[in-house]
């Protein structure tokens, strides 16, 4: 079956500091692979997407690449902000079946002034 | 654009009470609206998916007679815990898809926090 697979937080980072939370997956066939961010007491936003090999998804400075040699879908930001403080869960959706998102287990970002 | 709407936001009640739950997309038609459950410093885990006019369709474990969903509407789904217990209690997300397209995402609600006493 489809799964996803993040790195385990809580991550804390000093403001301005290079973030990067792992995620791989597993899916038969093309799946379209998601970041969303969940702030304190809130539902999900989606941050960004991409929907095939080599596609690059970015919003708000961060980004990830959908490499499909590696079944990895990669967050990443140059410079995080205190206001980047959240959990962000890794998610995909597969081909074939309506766009039903799997998510990962979520990595808890804490970004110190 | 794609604004999800879930109220209440939280609700603190008592055991053998039942709580229901709004979801409305407010300025798109919802096809599909589907329902999450989140524990404490956990991942979501989907309950149900509902298309408008027929019935949900429930994952595994997951009771339909305990958890009931209705989406009357392109606007509104609602989830409905029936005799709630003090397990039951747990972060609910919603979430609306306006198409069918693999590509068109999921839009979530701010979510449902439920503590049952």
């Known amino acids: 079956g489809n799964s996803v697979t993040q790195m385990e937080g809580p991550v804390t980072l000093s403001e301005e500091a290079f973030l990067t939370i792992n995620c791989t997956y597993t899916?038969?066939?093309?799946?379209?692979l998601f970041w969303y961010v969940q702030y304190p007491g809130e539902g999900l936003q989606l941050l960004l997407k991409?929907?095939?090999?080599?596609d690059k998804g970015s919003n708000k400075g961060f980004e990830a690449t959908y490499r499909k040699e590696t079944t990895s879908f990669h967050l990443e930001k140059g410079s995080v902000q205190v206001s980047d403080s959240a959990v962000y869960f890794c998610?995909?959706?597969?081909?074939?079946?309506?766009?039903?998102?799997?998510f990962g287990g979520g990595t808890r970002l804490m970004v110190k002034p | 654009g794609a604004v999800v709407s879930q109220h209440p936001s939280w609700v603190i009640c008592k055991s053998g009470t039942s709580v229901k739950i709004e979801c409305r997309s407010l300025?798109?038609?919802?096809?599909?609206m589907f329902w999450y459950r989140q524990f404490p410093k956990q991942s979501l885990m989907l309950m149900a998916t509902?298309?408008?006019?027929?019935?949900?369709?429930?994952e595994q474990g997951v009771e339909k007679d305990k958890f009931l969903i209705n989406h009357a509407s392109l606007t509104l789904s609602t989830l409905t815990v029936t005799s709630a217990h003090p397990e039951d209690s747990s972060f609910y997300i919603c979430?609306?898809?306006?198409?069918?397209?693999?590509?068109?995402?999921?839009?979530f609600g701010d979510g449902t926090r439920l503590s049952i006493l």
């Open positions: 979430s609306a898809r306006a198409g069918q397209g693999r590509n068109q995402p999921q839009h």
């Open positions: 300025d798109f038609q919802a096809t599909t």
């Open positions: 998610a995909l959706s597969p081909n074939n079946a309506g766009n039903m998102l799997t």
């Open positions: 509902s298309n408008e006019g027929s019935k949900a369709t429930y």
């Open positions: 899916a038969t066939g093309y799946p379209s």
């Open positions: 991409a929907t095939k090999a080599d």
